[in-house]
């Protein structure tokens, strides 16, 4: 299966190119990628998705405006932060009777599973791209994010 980076790599790059339309498809999952009408991702696989109940979220709530508490520690050069690769529901654990992936306070490695992300009804795995300790959670369990949207705050090693 695709890393998230990758398919944020492929995504670039179609962006980038005069391609109109690209299809990919590797080991069971198809990746379908349309620019005229906007990127749409759509990602198929052949074996299901971990088995994880959505909370039901509110009707589409406008974003929360900014916490100061998020823009003080973003000043330190050691702090990073893992942003959402796509629009989805942000879940903690992979179910809800499951403890979350990371907590403040928790020890991350690169690669390690941080949280899920699930867009029509395809669960994703998220994971650090840096080794550091959680500092803080910025979304709350069966949020709606945004692309680009900061999840976690990261203190580096």
Same mark, same amino acid.
């Given at each position: 299966?695709?890393?998230?980076?990758?398919?944020?790599?492929?995504?670039?790059?179609?962006?980038?190119?005069?391609?109109?339309?690209?299809?990919?498809?590797?080991?069971?999952?198809?990746?379908?990628?349309?620019?005229?009408?906007?990127?749409?991702?759509?990602?198929?696989?052949?074996?299901? #998705? @971990? +088995?994880?109940? !959505?909370?039901? *979220? &509110? =009707?589409?709530?406008?974003? #929360? @405006? +900014?916490?100061? !508490?998020?823009? *003080? &520690? =973003?000043?330190?050069?050691?702090?990073?932060?893992?942003?959402?690769?796509?629009?989805?529901?942000?879940?903690?654990?992979?179910?809800?009777?499951?403890?979350?992936?990371?907590?403040?306070?928790?020890?991350?490695?690169?690669?390690?599973?941080?949280?899920?992300?699930?867009?029509?009804?395809?669960?994703?795995?998220?994971?650090?791209?840096?080794?550091?300790?959680?500092?803080?959670?910025?979304?709350?369990?069966?949020?709606?994010?945004?692309?680009?949207?900061?999840?976690?705050?990261?203190?580096?090693?």
């Amino acid at each position: 299966m695709l890393k998230v980076q990758d398919i944020q790599t492929l995504i670039e790059l179609v962006d980038r190119s005069s391609l109109d339309e690209f299809e990919y498809e590797n080991e069971g999952t198809v990746i379908k990628m349309k620019k005229n009408t906007g990127v749409q991702v759509v990602e198929r696989t052949v074996k299901e #998705a @971990p +088995a994880a109940q !959505a909370q039901a *979220a &509110p =009707a589409a709530q406008p974003a #929360a @405006p +900014a916490q100061p !508490a998020e823009t *003080a &520690p =973003a000043e330190d050069k050691n702090l990073h932060k893992i942003v959402s690769p796509m629009v989805g529901t942000f879940y903690q654990a992979a179910s809800p009777d499951d403890p979350p992936f990371v907590q403040v306070g928790s020890v991350v490695s690169t690669g390690s599973i941080v949280c899920m992300i699930e867009a029509m009804k395809l669960f994703n795995e998220i994971e650090a791209e840096v080794d550091g300790e959680i500092v803080e959670i910025l979304v709350k369990d069966g949020q709606l994010v945004e692309f680009g949207q900061p999840l976690f705050l990261v203190k580096t090693n």
